[in-house]
């Protein structure tokens, strides 16, 4: 299952909201889709499962939304830690599968 | 506090082995499914392999399968990935991660994964 993510890069304010696609080539079973937030040098942190609910420690302007083949991630107010690459994964077919990536900067 | 430690990365020739470790504390490592999943330089996420909480099922993606190898040693809460034949294609980070939700079955894994480790790298080239 091919997972697309759009844009590639998305340049935004701090206070902004910033809005990130995930769009797969099938529909992901139960909405098994989960979202990572990864800077630089570092590992991936789980964010959002489920497709809808937010991992232990995930602050609440995260939100994860979205069924079927369409699921999208909303940051309300980015805050300066939230400048990082955003990678969707699903886990609803075989094999596990990453999307390429949005990194959001600072404009 | 869990916490997941990568070592056994390096530089090795297309064709080599090597082996990675995955040390694992402050949790009960047994009851977990754990993965491995790599980055190549500037790329995206890979997952590689995953392994069962007792170790007797294991589950690879494809161009892995029959070159690396997954284990654990849960008497020293530890993961294991042997590599061999290796390729310059599978020049990356390779991080260990648990399994959250989800489940394994059959041949196949269902998870998303939680806790990472730093990573450890391999560099694939003559």
């Known amino acids: 299952n091919v997972l697309t993510q759009s844009p590639g890069t998305l340049s935004m304010s701090p206070g902004e909201r910033a809005t990130l696609s995930c769009r797969a080539s099938q529909s992901v079973t139960s909405s098994n889709l989960a979202w990572y937030q990864q800077k630089p040098g570092q590992a991936p942190r789980l964010l959002i499962y489920?497709?809808?609910s937010r991992a232990t420690g995930t602050p609440d302007r995260f939100s994860g939304s979205g069924s079927g083949t369409d699921f999208t991630l909303s940051i309300s107010r980015l805050e300066p830690e939230d400048f990082a690459l955003y990678y969707c994964q699903q886990y609803g077919s075989s094999p596990l599968t990453f999307g390429g990536g949005t990194k959001v900067e600072i404009k | 506090e869990v916490q997941l430690l990568e070592s056994g990365g390096g530089l090795v020739q297309p064709g080599g082995s090597l082996r990675l470790s995955c040390a694992a504390s402050?949790?009960?490592?047994?009851?977990?499914?754990m993965n491995w999943v790599r980055q190549a330089p500037g790329k995206g996420l890979e997952w590689v392999s995953g392994i069962s909480g007792s170790g007797g099922s294991t589950y690879y993606e494809d161009s892995v399968k029959g070159r690396f190898t997954v284990s654990r040693d849960n008497s020293k809460n530890t993961l294991y990935l042997q590599l061999n034949s290796l390729r310059v294609e599978d020049t990356a980070v390779y991080y260990c991660?648990?399994?959250?939700?989800?489940?394994?079955?059959?041949?196949?894994?269902?998870?998303?994964?939680?806790?990472w480790g730093q990573g450890t790298l391999v560099t694939v080239s003559s």
């Open positions: 402050g949790f009960t490592f047994s009851s977990y499914v």
């Open positions: 991660a648990t399994a959250h939700t989800g489940y394994c079955t059959g041949g196949d894994c269902y998870v998303d994964m939680d806790y």
């Open positions: 489920g497709a809808s």
